[in-house]
């Protein structure tokens, strides 16, 4: 099992940037593929990214050349950066987690077993 939380949500313009933080706890945190996954009010939770074992990046169309995901196994911790931000960005981001090895970047949050609490990020315009 792998407990996640993360931190670094806040309030910002459009146009800058926000980076946001999942610390893991467990033993196996290499071996998981690691996503991000954000919910506006009212909308559906989307994936956002997410980077597998050997450090191979997924993004959703609406965050590529924007976002960037990127993992310390050392740290056991996942970076979201977040640049350009746009009003359309604001959700509460979710980092979840999952143990399958074939995962491919299908964007499907039920292959996520792991979750964690969620941080508010509000974008101003």
């Known amino acids: 099992q792998v407990q996640l939380v993360e931190s670094g949500g806040g309030l910002v313009q459009a146009g800058n940037s926000l980076r946001l933080s999942c610390a893991a706890s467990?033993?196996?945190?290499?071996?998981?593929?690691v996503g991000w996954f954000r919910q506006a009010p009212g909308k559906e939770r989307e994936f956002v990214a997410a980077?597998?074992?050997?450090?191979?990046?997924y993004y959703a169309d609406s965050v590529k050349g924007r976002f960037t995901i990127s993992r310390d196994n050392a740290k056991s911790t996942v970076t979201l950066q977040m640049n350009s931000l746009k009003p359309e960005d604001t959700a509460v981001y979710y980092c979840?987690?999952?143990?399958?090895?074939?995962?491919?970047?299908?964007?499907?949050?039920?292959?996520?077993?792991?979750w964690g609490q969620g941080t508010q990020v509000t974008v101003s315009s």
């Open positions: 980077i597998n074992r050997n450090g191979i990046l």
């Open positions: 467990g033993r196996t945190f290499s071996s998981y593929v």
């Open positions: 979840a987690a999952t143990g399958r090895i074939d995962y491919s970047g299908n964007t499907d949050r039920r292959l996520f077993a792991y």
